[in-house]
């Protein structure tokens, strides 16, 4: 079955850096687009990055276009986020999810990994 792992979130300054991974399998990876889903407390899920399969197209949310980054490895099925210049509403529960997907959709997605933005 498809599955998806997150992992890597932890505390980080205002200012600083963070990388975040998805494990996926169960699925043919390639044929797949990724997207990075946060959600914050008592907040709505926002999708925030996504990268297609074949194309490699990337799109950013507005909140984090410039700051974050996005990447696929082919090899090892896995999707990396990174967060720079991290502001504290980008504190939020980050999650991996299969297709290319809005917020609050259906697509499968993994538990998630908490990134917290506090000095």
């Known amino acids: 079955q498809v599955q998806l792992v997150e992992s890597g979130g932890g505390i980080v300054q205002p200012g600083g850096s963070l990388r975040v991974s998805c494990a996926a399998s169960?699925?043919?990876?390639?044929?797949?687009?990724i997207t990075w889903v946060r959600q914050a407390p008592g907040k709505e899920p926002e999708w925030v990055a996504r990268?297609?399969?074949?194309?490699?197209?990337?799109e950013f949310a507005d909140s984090v276009k410039g700051r974050f980054t996005i990447s696929r490895d082919e090899a090892s099925h896995t999707v990396d986020l990174g967060l720079n210049d991290v502001r504290p509403d980008d504190t939020a529960l980050y999650i991996c999810a299969k297709g290319w997907c809005s917020g609050a959709d259906s697509c499968p997605r993994g538990q998630g990994t908490q990134v917290t933005v506090s000095s």
């Open positions: 990268v297609a399969s074949f194309s490699r197209d990337e």
């Open positions: 169960g699925f043919t990876f390639s044929v797949n687009s």
